[in-house]
Structures are given as C-alpha cells and as structure tokens.
C-alpha cells in the first residue's frame, strides 16, 4: 500500500512540474553528437538507437545507466502472476542545474518480442526506489520490475510523459543476473550538495530541523525488515513562521545508502511518535522514521519539499 501511495503522489508531482512538450534526443555518453546536412528532401524518421545493458545514456540532463537486470519469483506474499519478475537495475545522475521529478511509473515500461507492454510492478521484491525528488548534480540508484513471461529478449523503456523521444535498452534473458556495472566502480555518492552532521540544527525554509540521533533495529514480532535491518532516524522539527506547516514523512523524507540505493519511508518500522501531519507556527514536534535498508557503514538521510527545490542532507555514521 505505501509503494501504491508514494507512485501515486510522485505521479501527480511529476504532471505538475513538467511543461510544456519538448523533444529530447537519447545518446550514448561518450559519443559525438556531429553536425547533419540540411536536406530539402523530407526523409523518413531515423529508426531509435538501441543501447544494451551497460550503456550509459544521456536523455535531457539525465545520464541513466541499466546496471544489469534480474529475475526473481517474488517473496512469501507477493508473486507474479506470469513466469517471473524481470527487475532492472539502474543508476540516474541529474547533470542538469534544477531538481528533476522522478517516476517509474510515469516514465518506465518493458516491451516483450511480441510487442506486449509492461508496466511497473509494485509490490515486487525490489531494492531503493527512484521516486521523488533528484537534486542538481545528485545520483540515485535502485530498481524497478515488471511481471512478465519468458522471452529471448525485452525492450526497457525511459520516456517522459510531456517530451518526445524515448531511450531503449534491449536486454537479452541470456544475460539476466550478470553485473554489467559492478557495484566496485560507482565510487561513493556525490558530494556537490552541502551535507550536515547528527546533531545539526538545519534551517529549510520556515522549519528548523535536528537529527537528534539513530539507530540500527531489526525490528518486532511479526514486524521484521525485509532486508537487513532498519535504520530508525530521531528528529525535532520546529516551525519557525507565522503558518502552519504540513509535515509528511513519505513525501520528504528518505535515505540513500553508500551505494547510491534509496529508501522509502517503511511505515512498519519499530518507531518512536509520529513527525506527520499539521505543525503549527512556534511549535515543535519529536519522533522517529525508520528505513529498511541492506548494512553499510554510511547513510545520507535526505528531507526535500515535494514543490520546491533544495535539499537537506545529513550524514550519518
């Protein structure tokens, strides 16, 4: 249900922030662009370039990589209802100067050899997630997955909704679950965005926010991570302007791990309060967010607007 809920606002968002239509030209990084002749004779539209898993392509002022790609036959309650789950890997770097809107499921689709389209599926057993909010010179890394049957091959699909052109990567089956990109190479995340400390008192906006701490759990009963454990962020929030203020954890709060992976909100996680709902003007609110997330020994705990640019990030280790 939250996965269906956070595709549905990132959804709206995106229809929001994107303007009119524009046509955007995918191209390999690394290659020439070149210069073409003017023609006074009409020609028929040059067929799209097809890339392969480990390409780099440049589409707007994204530079997205297919990492690899994998199959899967669900977790305990969630399975496909064709053969398997085909789930991509992929890393999305925003080279542009303003935030971009990120939506899998506005902007991704698999096509099969029978010309049948796929769309995201949501409650697959997949790791970060690259809805929301990408800062200016930021990465973010996940996966996406699509239920589908088996076929020699498939077509990934990254398009936006209001711009013509599409990038496409063929991915042959033969090739599932190899590591086109190793994880070894990515290095660690981007630094170009000024980064606070546990402890920290951050001014965004009208808020003043503290990351008074964290913590490591692996949860309750029945109430367990699906990974390796939950990362359980403690936060003050104060409202220091004359409104009210909306706080929303799903929408403005989540981590990327040393491996650029991003985390959601997991609203099942062994908390402390609650940082939802209406702050008023002068006051404050205590709680707790936690994140299901695999172990490393660096996160970067991020709070954004859904409708503003700018981010907050605090290191924490």
């Avoid at 994107?18 to 067929?47: K, M, Y």
């Avoid at 981590?255 to 985390?263: C, F, H, S, T």
């Amino acid at each position: 249900m939250r996965k269906v809920l956070l595709f549905c606002l990132v959804a709206m968002l995106s229809l929001s922030l994107l303007s009119a239509c524009t046509e955007v030209a995918p191209q390999r990084v690394g290659d020439s662009t070149g210069t073409t002749p003017v023609s006074t004779t009409p020609a028929a539209p040059p067929p799209a370039t097809i890339f392969k898993a480990g390409d780099t392509v440049q589409y707007g002022d994204l530079h997205i990589s297919v990492n690899g790609f994998r199959t899967s036959k669900g977790g305990t309650f969630m399975k496909p209802d064709n053969d398997f789950y085909l789930i991509i890997d992929l890393t999305i770097e925003n080279r542009g100067a303003k935030t971009s809107s990120i939506s899998s499921y506005l902007s991704m689709e698999l096509v099969d050899p029978d010309k049948y389209k796929h769309d995201v599926a949501v409650f697959a057993d997949t790791v970060g997630s690259f809805d929301g909010q990408l800062g200016a010179g930021r990465k973010v890394r996940g996966e996406v997955a699509f239920d589908v049957d088996q076929h020699e091959y498939y077509e990934f699909v990254f398009s936006e909704p209001f711009a013509s052109g599409q990038a496409i990567w063929k991915l042959e089956y033969k090739d599932a679950n190899k590591a086109f990109i190793p994880v070894a190479s990515l290095g660690p995340p981007p630094t170009t965005t000024p980064t606070f400390a546990v402890g920290d008192a951050v001014k965004f906006g009208d808020l003043v926010i503290t990351v008074n701490s964290f913590r490591t759990s692996t949860g309750q009963s029945f109430m367990t991570p699906d990974l390796d454990q939950f990362i359980i962020v403690n936060l003050t929030i104060e409202n220091k302007g004359s409104k009210s203020a909306a706080i929303s954890s799903v929408m403005q709060m989540e981590l990327v791990d040393a491996q650029w992976y991003k985390y959601d909100v997991a609203i099942f996680a062994d908390t402390k309060g609650s940082l939802d709902g209406e702050l008023g003007p002068g006051r404050s609110v205590r709680g707790e967010v936690g994140f299901d997330v695999r172990r490393h020994d660096q996160y970067e705990f991020i709070f954004s607007e859904p409708f503003a640019s700018g981010l907050a990030i605090w290191v924490l280790k």
